[in-house]
DNA sequence: CTGTATGTTAAAAAATTGTTAACTTTTAAT
DNA sequence: ATTAAAAGTTAACAATTTTTTAACATACAG
């Protein structure tokens, strides 16, 4: 894994050069912007680490001229920043930053933020909604859209809808529904059947189908 | 662009005035830091250059009594060290400050560190306001626009309605409510429900979503 | 047909949120 | 430093919505 480290400051990219080399990392350093811009072009590291304040070009112009160049599309850049400022505040995210870190730096601390990011580029970024057919169902905006119109449901009849559509015509039994969407509650089998009912009365009955003996399926 | 320069040596103040003047700065000067702190809460400067080593109040504890300041929330922290301390351990950055420049100071080399602060301060301010429909709300000027007229809400209603708003038709629950606005207070779930109910008397009930059993949400 | 599984309904129970007013803390002004 | 005003918090209870259940109806496989 390769990164590049880009500071003003040598004091700083000495420090994390050496932390970061313990950790088995091939690293490359830029001490101002354009450096770090002909580096990460030869190079295309996996991971840049920008330091936000740099004199001429600074953390923020870099990582949108950087964001511009198609080859690094898939490289990760960590802001570090003097002063915690609030998440949604920090301008670094819209110009295209993927983390940040706040000095002054903890090593420990660095470490984890740049594994965490590695692995998770990895691994697709989940999407917070499934649309399927005229049905899109939004859990971080808990909102159901059916053929473009907001359909209300209840907590339990959201949860349950969005767990049979996480896995698009599979059966899912009583059993599996209820330790998946009551957790460690217990209810009876017609209050499942009652809440199915609720959700056919507002999405109609085409979508959610009876597989009778075994359980419940989404399916179009 | 005003700066406030705080030195108990008056060689340094009126070399550091004379630079930035020269780049055409509006400056103000303090010798000690409880000059420091009346002088920027009648001026609120756009930034503070911080001698660390002051008899009596010494830079850091100035430092810490501005960022106790809401007003000065948004001024910038910049300060001068006497000699090059190991980075990890410079006690600046968690006391608030944004950069730190040491002595002896080179002119061109602090002139770009201020311009560099400066212009970071500036693309903040830029993305510091949310617009739906007729609302605009502005964090720097905590400032509340409903179609058009001034609408005054309280601090942690205004940073309340601003979370949400950061992220419209997210539903945001009280958990995550709690430990963004009040950050590490501990309050009930009541008195969320309380300042909602005050904004919604403020701006009318249409924009802030009740999710029963999730949270609430900005939508329009 | 018959027995079991599922659908339906209404009402009770539980959970969640809204509202008010008293109280505490913070802030600003003198 | 004192004091008045504003902001923030909480408790108590009201209002509302959701969730569950029980009872019964209906569908369907064999």
Redesign the pocket.
């Known amino acids: 894994m390769k990164i590049l480290i880009v500071d003003d400051e040598k004091d700083i990219l000495e420090f994390l050069s050496y932390n970061l080399q313990k950790e088995g990392f091939e690293i490359f350093t830029a001490s101002n912007g354009s450096t770090a811009l002909k580096i990460a072009k030869k190079e295309v590291p996996n991971l840049i680490i920008l330091d936000v304040m740099m004199p001429e070009m600074d953390g923020i112009e870099t990582c949108e001229k950087i964001r511009e160049i198609e080859a690094l599309d898939s490289t990760l850049i960590l802001f570090l920043t003097a002063r915690s400022e609030e998440y949604s505040e920090l301008a670094g995210f819209s110009a295209g930053a993927d983390d940040y870190v706040t000095k002054p730096i903890k090593p420990k601390l660095l470490i984890s933020r740049v594994n965490a990011l590695l692995r998770r580029s990895q691994s697709k970024k989940a999407q917070s909604f499934i649309e399927i057919e005229e049905l899109k169902i939004d859990k971080d905006k808990h909102l159901l859209l059916h053929k473009g119109q907001v359909v ?1 449901l ?4 959201f949860n349950l809808l969005y767990y049979l559509m996480t896995v698009p015509a599979k059966v899912f039994t ?1 059993e599996e529904i209820i330790s998946n969407v ?1 957790k460690d ?7 499942i ?6 959700i ?1 009365e507002k999405i109609g009955d085409k979508y959610i189908k ?6 419940y399926k989404f399916d179009v």
């Not at 059947?193 to 609720?198: F, N, P, T």
Request: aromatic residues 8%.
């Open positions: 209300d209840a907590r339990k009849e009583r009551w509650t217990f209810v009876g089998d017609r209050t059947d009652v809440h199915i009912r609720k056919r009876t597989i009778k003996g075994v359980g």
